[in-house]
């Protein structure tokens, strides 16, 4: 399969947890991410530069368009499932999948962001994480994940080691941390087990279905 088919099989994917849904990435996502990332916390937490209503945009398309990553919207699963709520409203934060090495394309970077403040300390970035490296695993062939955090971020370093990274390397000048971890056959069964924690659906009949399930009265 060649890379390109890869990094878009997730175009009408849509992955349910226990306390979260991960959805693609959408245009109707575009307004609530850009009022995220105009936070000055996240942009030093992203190691982001502010960007316009239609550069974000752009960014959006460019995300769905790249060779090289594969990328979900968290959504808090409580709120999305009242259909009366709409999904823009249940967004918590987004998870990355980017290859790193065109001559590895098993060893990828993963980055978590949870940008709502609320939702933060309550175990989703846990099972993001769960979720979407079992994802990279069966559906991508990622085998190898790597992960940069700010020095200061004790906890999601202490989440990662969890889940077996270790440090790779250390940078003093930009204060982060390189993590990482090989996935091994005794390890995916340790970590994911039989994968009962996750269910996969088609994102566009399920949004449909939730749409359908709240018709307001017309006046």
């Not at 849509?14 to 575009?30: F, I, M, Q, S």
């Not at 919207?73 to 249940?90: F, G, H, N, S």
């Not at 970077?109 to 933060?120: N, Q, S």
């Not at 069966?138 to 889940?163: C, P, Q, T, W, Y």
Request: charged share 30%.
């Amino acid at each position: 399969m060649k890379l390109l088919l890869i990094m878009r099989i997730n175009e009408d994917t849509l992955l349910e947890g226990d306390k979260v849904v991960l959805v693609p990435y959408n245009a109707d996502h575009v307004p609530r991410y850009h009022q995220w990332m105009c936070s000055p916390d996240l942009q030093k937490l992203t190691a982001s530069e502010p960007l316009t209503l239609e550069q974000e945009y752009d960014m959006q398309r460019s995300w769905r368009e790249d060779d090289d990553k594969c990328t979900f919207i968290i959504l808090d699963k409580q709120k999305w499932a009242d259909p009366t709520v709409a999904e823009q409203e249940c967004m918590v934060g987004d998870v990355n999948i980017f290859l790193t090495d065109p001559s590895d394309p098993s060893l990828a970077e993963l980055e978590i962001m949870i940008a709502v403040p609320f939702y933060r300390g309550k175990g989703l970035g846990k099972e993001v994480t769960r979720m979407m490296m079992c994802y990279g695993i069966h559906k991508l062939g990622i085998r190898k994940f790597e992960v940069k955090i700010g020095l200061d971020n004790k906890i999601s370093i202490a989440m990662f080691k969890k889940f077996h990274f270790k440090e790779l390397s250390l940078s003093e000048v930009f204060r982060e941390v390189t993590l990482g971890v090989t996935v091994s056959e005794a390890l995916e069964k340790l970590l994911f087990g039989n994968m009962d924690f996750m269910l996969q659906r088609e994102y566009g009949k399920t949004r449909d279905s939730r749409l359908a399930t709240f018709t307001p009265l017309s006046l």
